[in-house]
């Protein structure tokens, strides 16, 4: 007979389905921006464009550094070396990072076409590449050429001062911690309202000394507009954003050890048992299902609010361009 348990097992598969393909199409990275600075160019048959290829199959493909979510490397010797890295997000996957990684390395070359110096930032992971060695002090190396994006929806006027002065206390706690951390990260939150939560997360590439690190995160964190429900800002070297929901993936955070492997529901048995096997399932799956359906309605509302694009004028007496996000 078509059970209950059957139903709730139909159903499972049924989500696992459509959850394997909603993850099949987030697997293209989310871009942003890119910066193509109006330096020399090369041209496609020169020893530098051979080891821009070379320098960007790299950084894609060093399978071991996706953990740690950064690499940096140079390709060939000067005058014609090129010096590259990448960042992934610190709560990105090794897999996200490395797909986002591969994906960005192809697509950088095709928005700045023989350009010897290139940055392109996507939500997941960030790469970057010059003919000039920026490792030596790439904190002072951020300039003009960055990224800001601000949600469309404003803090109320009664509610701005107490907000920007949360936004910036955490943020700078955040600064301080990261420029202490072997990742050169952190996120922490801090309550708003009794119904609502301020979520901030800083990272700095990891190769910077720690007080470069600060510098550069309190550099950004005075231009960060804060009269917004959430914003975030991108230069090369660091990166802070800050919300009113969850938008980072705290477990991943905490941890960079594996994810724990599926659950395995036991297989149905005749005879003895036979019926407290059913009776688990009929227990567990309404529960799973139940969880399954919370983890979708987060995905939704989370990929809800990273949509629509907008390019705004310069902010009022800011240096770097605004660029809206709803």
């Not at 459509?18 to 921006?33: G, H, R």
């Not at 390395?105 to 928005?111: E, G, L, P």
């Not at 060695?133 to 001062?161: P, R, Y």
Request: aromatic share 12%; glycine share 4%.
């Amino acid at each position: 007979m078509f059970g209950y348990a059957s139903f709730s097992s139909l159903f499972i598969l049924f989500f696992f389905a459509n959850l394997k393909s909603y993850y099949a199409q987030q697997q293209t990275p989310n871009y942003l921006f890119h910066v193509c600075p109006n330096t020399t160019t090369y041209s496609k048959n020169s020893i530098y464009y051979s080891n821009l290829k070379s320098l960007l199959s790299s950084l894609s493909s060093t399978d071991r550094v996706f953990s740690i979510g950064f690499y940096s490397t140079v390709a060939g010797q000067s005058p014609d070396a090129v010096y590259g890295l990448f960042k992934c997000r610190g709560d990105m996957s090794p897999e996200v990072c490395h797909n986002c990684v591969d994906f960005i390395a192809k697509d950088i070359r095709s928005r700045c076409p023989e350009r010897k110096q290139g940055i392109i930032w996507y939500d997941q992971c960030m790469l970057r590449y010059a003919d000039q060695n920026f490792f030596l002090d790439s904190s002072l190396q951020n300039g003009t050429t960055g990224l800001v994006l601000a949600n469309t929806s404003k803090i109320s006027v009664s509610q701005q001062d107490r907000f920007s002065d949360l936004v910036l206390s955490t943020l700078n706690k955040a600064a301080t911690e990261a420029q202490n951390s072997s990742r050169k990260l952190n996120a922490r939150k801090a309550n708003f309202t009794a119904f609502q939560t301020l979520y901030v997360m800083v990272q700095c590439t990891p190769d910077l000394q720690g007080q470069d690190c600060l510098r550069c995160l309190q550099h950004i964190i005075t231009q960060l507009p804060t009269n917004r429900t959430g914003a975030s800002l991108m230069v090369p070297s660091c990166s802070l954003r800050y919300e009113l929901y969850p938008f980072y993936n705290s477990t991943a955070l905490r941890s960079t050890q594996p994810l724990s492997p599926p659950i395995s529901f036991p297989s149905p048995r005749h005879g003895k048992g036979g019926k407290s096997t059913v009776i688990i399932v009929a227990v567990v799956v309404p529960v799973t299902a139940i969880s399954l359906l919370l983890v979708a309605v987060f995905i939704f509302r989370a990929k809800r609010k990273r949509t629509v694009y907008e390019m705004e004028p310069l902010a009022e007496g800011g240096k770097l361009p605004f660029l809206y996000i709803k």
